[in-house]
């Protein structure tokens, strides 16, 4: 019999140790649920996963920024996280009715879903290490349907990019020779804007010709470095591939080797002259020891070219490479999933095939052959 009471409060969604035990009900509020979580497996997460936690759920575990900086100071943000909203509350307390109207906050469909996929997680956790004695509050609600746009290619339009990346377009730079005084010196600041101009798209282009070449995701390239390439061999060791850190094993390989094209070493060797003193393919500009963040400015030039669509995005190229890979190039499938880390799950290559049209214009045509018509 008590066992049945027990499980009838919980189908009702009621707390059964709340009569039996009032103080242990009442000992863990969702503030401190929330700080055990990220001291337990949070924080051993990727920056990203923990950047937007702390955003949505958990404000004061956010860190300050290491420059001081009044950027986006005076933005008020829509939304109060879920763990200052009910800091206080036991977290035994929280109905679905506390989540709906914790949701409701969003309009946008991505952070809606973002947001219930923290909170999903946050209750699990607890219920999995038994803190808690209760349903999920989070499973009546259901994540919003994103309907996104696609971004379709077609193959003139993938000959063109190519085009573009392979031979990149750059501006003249204009002579100042038989120019004085103040021409030469407007002069002088056109011919330094468009050299800028021009070393901005050329390293762009060897960026995405990497990328096109090696189906490889931007993250892949970015901390890539020079050691990391074999030249003689056509062999790039990848060490910061995203498919390496989604392995699920409790092990994991320092990098997985992967053969290049003989123009990726051209484009390598390229940086390498640019960057003699740095260790990383593309550094930054401001500081050689970190990264490059953006290539927002040759990005929209390259944009601006001819053929090239508007939707462009650098991630694109290894969606445009795996679908040209896929449509009967005489590659196996199992293959190209291994070379772009997908270790052969088919299923996940399948997802980056943008369905090309062009590859499938034969069956169209032969089926009016067949008709005579």
């Known amino acids: 019999m008590a066992v049945r009471d027990r499980a009838q409060k919980l189908d009702a969604g009621e707390n059964p140790d709340f009569e039996a035990d009032t103080s242990r ?3 863990l509020t969702v503030q401190e649920a929330i700080n055990h979580y990220w001291e337990s497996h949070v924080h051993a997460l990727s920056e990203e996963y923990r950047g937007s936690f702390t955003q949505l759920t958990a404000q004061w575990l956010k860190k300050a920024p290491k420059i001081a900086s009044r950027r986006g100071h005076n933005v008020r943000k829509r939304y109060t996280d879920f763990g ?3 800091a206080d509350r036991p977290l035994s307390s929280i109905r679905p009715l506390d989540i709906e109207r914790y949701q409701k906050q969003f309009a946008s469909p991505y952070v809606f879903n973002n947001a219930l996929r923290h909170v999903l997680a946050l209750f699990n956790w607890a219920i999995r290490m038994q803190l808690v004695d209760m349903r999920n509050p989070c499973h009546p609600i259901r994540a919003r349907k994103v309907i996104r746009r696609r971004r379709d290619y077609s193959t003139e339009q993938i000959r063109q990019i190519a085009a573009n990346i392979f031979c990149p377009v750059v501006e003249a730079v204009p002579e100042s020779g038989t120019l004085t005084g103040y021409a030469k010196r407007d002069m002088a600041l056109v011919k330094g804007h468009a050299s800028v101009a021009n070393d901005q798209m050329l390293e762009l282009c060897n960026f ?9 995701r931007p993250s892949d390239l970015v901390r890539a470095e020079f050691d990391h390439f074999d030249l003689e061999a ?3 060791h990848k060490h910061n591939t995203k498919g390496i850190k989604l392995s699920h094993s409790i092990y994991e390989y320092a990098y997985r080797s992967v053969p290049i094209h003989p123009r990726v070493a051209a484009m390598v060797q ?4 640019r960057w003699p003193d740095a260790k990383l393919l593309f550094p930054s500009h401001t500081d050689p020891n970190q990264p490059r963040d953006n290539f927002r400015k040759g990005l929209a030039r390259f944009k601006a070219l001819p053929g090239v669509p508007e939707y462009f995005q650098l991630y694109d190229l290894k969606r445009i490479a795996i679908s040209m890979m896929l449509a009967g190039q005489g590659v196996s499938h199992e293959a190209i999933s291994h070379y772009v880390d997908h270790k052969g799950n088919l299923t996940t290559t399948m997802i980056y095939d943008l369905g090309l049209v ?4 034969p069956v169209t045509q032969r089926l009016g052959e067949l008709l005579g018509v």
């Not at 390229?270 to 002259?273: G, I």
């Not at 062009?358 to 214009?361: A, F, T, V, Y």
């Open 25 to 27: 009900a009442h000992l």
């Open 84 to 86: 200052s909203m009910f």
């Open 208 to 216: 995405m010709g990497i990328l096109f070449l090696t189906v490889a």
């Open 234 to 236: 056509l062999v790039w």
């Open 270 to 273: 390229a940086q390498q002259q």
């Open 358 to 361: 062009d590859p499938m214009r």
